[in-house]
Each structure stands twice: as C-alpha cells, then as structure tokens.
C-alpha cells in the first residue's frame, strides 16, 4: 500500500468511528456532515472526497463493522457455506465455543458499537444483513436438517431475536458475566439442559 492509499484509509477509519460515535447518541437520520467531520477531526471538503453523503459513509461504516466481526473468527468464514452440502450434520450446530465465544468477544471488546447497531437496526440496514444471513446460511442449514420452508423464517427469527435478547441484557450489565457463562446460558437455551 502505498501513501495516499494508506492515508486514505485511515481518513476512512476516522469517519466510520466517528459516525459509529454519533449512533450512540443520535439517530442516524439527525446526525449532520459538519457533526461527523468535527469527530473526525477532519474538514468538510475531505469528507467529500471519500462520500456523496451520509449514507454512503453508513454503508462504509456498516461493512467497517462486519469485517471487523468476521476478523474475529480463526474459521474460514468463506468456506463455511460450500461445506454445507457434504458435511456432517453436527459440524452444522454453531451454537458451541467455535463460534460463540469469537461472536461474544466481538460483543465484549465493542459494546458501544454493538449498542449503535441494536439501537438503530434500521440505519445498519439489519433486515438486508438478516435477508444474506437468512439466505446464504441459515436456510441450506434447516434445509439439510429436513426442516419444513415455510416454517424456516420464524425458527430463524425465534433463534435470532432469542440470542439477541440475551446479548442485549448482557450489554446492560456492561458485560459482567464471563463469555463462558453467556455462551452456557446460550447454550442452554437453545438445547435445553442436558
């Protein structure tokens, strides 16, 4: 990478922090270029260099915080999906330390982030994320478990919403518990108590 590439991304960084900063404060609808360029401590004319507006910096932001979540798994997120024809069925249950601990360390180490995006599904465009999620993941899943069409949605959205209840009540308590006794309770909410 090169100077100007470099400085370019870390102008880029400013701004999805910043942006990110603001969301916990504001929806994302009032927030104003000059409120973001004064946190990024960056001037006006820099932001339109890299942006039309603020929607395309949240659309930036929003890819800003899955590849920082995704970094966070030491499995290969991309081929997870090719997998799910062949394999077997219990390499299909991801509710296990594989990958609920990186997921809740993510939660751990970015409250606030974590806080901006559930106060302000919304903004983070969440419904489209659940839509590729559902699609790309979730269905081959219930698909290769025999699990009726048209019923997948509202497993899907039992399990989601269930396990984001539990994040959410665990960034209330600023994330006391361990990540082991939030996976456990995941765990057993999902499986029941063996």
């Not at 603001?22 to 609808?29: A, M, R, S, Y």
């Not at 270029?33 to 890299?50: D, G, Q």
């Not at 219990?90 to 330390?97: S, Y």
Request: net charge negative; aromatic share 14%.
């Amino acid at each position: 990478m090169n100077k100007s590439e470099s400085k370019y991304f870390n102008t880029a960084i400013r701004f999805n922090k910043a942006l990110l900063s603001l969301l916990e404060n504001k929806p994302f609808e009032y927030i104003t270029i000059s409120e973001i360029c004064e946190k990024a401590e960056v001037n006006r004319s820099t932001f339109y260099l890299h942006y039309e507006n603020t929607c395309d910096l949240l659309k930036e932001t929003t890819a800003y915080v899955i590849d920082n979540f995704v970094s966070y798994f030491s499995v290969d997120t991309e081929s997870i999906t090719t997998k799910f024809a062949d394999c077997d069925l219990q390499d299909l249950k991801f509710v296990n330390e594989k990958y609920l601990h990186p997921y809740l360390s993510f939660v751990k180490e970015n409250q606030r982030v974590f806080l901006a995006v559930l106060s302000q599904p919304t903004a983070f465009d969440s419904n489209t994320i659940f839509q590729r999620l559902f699609d790309n993941i979730f269905k081959p899943i219930l698909d290769r478990f025999h699990y009726p069409r048209d019923g997948q949605h509202y497993v899907m959205m039992f399990y989601l919403n269930g396990i984001t209840a539990i994040i959410t009540e665990w960034l209330k308590d600023r994330c006391q518990k361990s990540i082991e006794d939030i996976s456990a309770i995941i765990h057993v909410c999902i499986y029941g108590k063996e």
